[in-house]
Structures are given as C-alpha cells and as structure tokens.
C-alpha cells in the first residue's frame, strides 16, 4: 500500500510543473484551468517567475495547490491509487481533491481565500517563525509556554516536522527569546524563517474567521480515499468535521511526525510525495531512512514512480 503525500509552503521553485504540463495534456489543462478561475497568470508565474512573485503566499498557495493536483491526476493516470492521503498546511487542500472531497475549482478558490486571509492577518498582525534542531519537543512546548507567560506577545509550537525539527511562531519579540533560551538549553540550532507572518499561531484568528466564511460556501463530500488530517494525525471522514479543521489548522500545529507515526503503522510500504519539491522526502528521510518516499522531479519520474509501486 502507499499514500500520495503534499507538500506545503517553501516547497515552490520557478518551473515547477512545466515539464508535466508540457509532457501531458491532462497536466496542461489544471494550469489552463487555474488562470481562468483566478483571472490572472498563474502558469506564467509557475514556469518563468520571477522568484519573488512566486515566494508571495497569494500566489505560492494556489500554484503549489495546482501543481499538486497536475501530479496527482499524472499518477492516478499511470495507474496509482493511494491507499491514504496526507497533506503538510496548505498541502491538505490537494489531498482533499485527490480524495474527492471537492472539484480542482473549488479547492483552487478556497487556497486562494485562504492565502489572502494570511497575507491581510500577517500584515495586520505581524510575527515570524524559526525552526528548532534537535531538541525535545516537550522542552520546547514548556519553554515556548513559559516566554509567552512572561511577555506580551504569542508564542506557539506551529509544526513538528520530523523527530530532529520543531517550528515555533509568533510575535518577533518572542520568537528572538525563543531564540536564545532554546539554545541555552540545549538546541543544536535555532533558524529563522524566511516567511510573511506566524502562521500556525493564534496571531492567525483574524484568518481563520475568514477563512471559516469561505468554507462554508463550499459542498464538501466524504473522502473516497481516507485522509490524515493536520489537526488530529487521524483519518476524518466527516465532511462537517473536515471543514472545522481546516479552518483551525491555521493557528494550531501541523503534527506531521505524528502523520508519519500513523501512516507507518497502517502498513504504509512508501509515500509519493505529490507535488513540487523534495521537503517532504526529507521529513521522511530523518524520520525512517529505511521508508521510502518519492519525489517527482520530471515527466519520466512520474513513470518511474508508478511503474514502481503499480
């Protein structure tokens, strides 16, 4: 068995997708299909750039939705059917489409309201996030508990992204403590992110209030495939309930170590990372060298891929 994973936000780059939409009319049609929902060139932005138009969230959300969604219909093309399927943040609303819960259109209207809600909260409440190397997540959290009680601002855990990294977000203020008081007590490193605002935080509420709105708009059906949600590290079949975690996973912590933990332990022989970029193989990587989880990188990976597991 194997699950189709997605990744999220940092996981873009100039020409994603290009050489599948050029491959595969399939392909071709979801960036075709994008620029007139959205009303503006989204593929020209994917494929040409520049980097800095493709880095802003208003359009790095819904071009790695749509690059998402290209290589899960190449893979159900070539023959794949997943047996779960998982996305890291924004990457759910991919999974949600390659499980049928909503149309391409749909999701692609609700990634970009959501990337407008974060840049508008972002703007109005601003904040950072850092990435914690190898330090326990328990002293993090109390840590992370402890600065927030003290100052006057947030602080949070926002992803546990593998066993040896932690993502905290928050006010600016509280993360450059966070900073020092997590090397003190013993991180090998703290880094910070290059991002727009604390997302995964409750400096993201505005966002989500909004977000909510535009959920509520849209028709959500069971998934056909099971999908692991951010919020809970289980499979959610509710329609209903898929629509409050959405929502909510914008100030609450991706558990990704703990997707990973279940997928393995549902016999999950391989994941396929679905989508641009290679973050997620390395998650996988530092969490089980010996699991596999594949990248597409071209057309011809695709086939490889599918020839592979089919």
Same mark, same amino acid.
């Given at each position: 068995m194997i699950a189709f994973v997605f990744p999220g936000q940092a996981s873009q780059f100039v020409g994603m997708g290009r050489s599948w939409a050029e491959s595969s009319n399939i392909a071709a049609k979801y960036m075709d299909r994008a620029n /007139?929902? !959205?009303?503006?060139? !989204? @593929?020209?932005?994917?494929?040409e750039g520049p980097e800095e138009d493709l880095t802003d969230t208003r359009n790095q959300q819904p071009a790695i939705y749509v690059v998402s969604c290209m290589a899960a219909a190449l893979l159900k093309k070539e023959g794949l059917e997943p047996g779960f399927v998982a996305g890291h943040s924004v990457g759910e609303y991919a999974a949600l489409y390659a499980a049928g819960v909503f149309d391409f259109e749909s999701g692609l209207q609700l990634v970009q309201a959501r990337a407008d809600a974060m840049a508008e909260t972002a703007a109005a409440h601003p904040g950072t996030m850092a990435a914690v190397i190898r330090l326990d997540r328990v002293v993090i959290e109390a840590s992370c508990a402890e600065i927030e009680s003290n100052g006057e601002g947030i602080l949070s855990v926002a992803g546990y992204n593998s066993p040896d990294q932690t993502v905290i977000s928050g006010t600016r203020e509280m993360i450059e403590e966070a900073q020092s008081v997590l090397k003190d007590k013993g991180a090998k490193r703290v880094l910070p992110l290059s991002v727009s605002? %604390?997302?995964?935080? %409750? !400096?993201?509420?505005? =966002?989500?209030v909004q977000l909510e709105e535009a959920i509520e708009e849209v028709d959500f059906a069971p998934p056909k495939i099971p999908f692991v949600s951010n919020?809970? =590290? @289980?499979? /959610? =079949?509710?329609?209903? =309930?898929? @629509?409050?975690?959405l929502a909510k996973q914008l100030v609450s912590p991706v558990r990704w170590v703990e997707t990973m933990e279940f997928l @393995?332990? /549902?016999?999950v022989e391989a994941c396929i990372e679905a989508g641009p970029g290679k973050v997620l193989q390395g998650l996988f990587a530092k969490f089980n060298p010996d699991w596999p989880c594949e990248s597409l990188t071209d057309f011809a990976s695709i086939q490889e891929t599918a020839g592979k597991y089919r």
């Open positions: /007139e929902v !959205l009303g503006r060139d !989204l @593929k020209r932005t994917c494929f605002g %604390a997302f995964h935080s %409750a !400096l993201m509420t505005e =966002a989500r919020n809970t =590290a @289980k499979p /959610e =079949a509710d329609p209903s =309930a898929i @629509k409050v975690q @393995k332990g /549902e016999g």
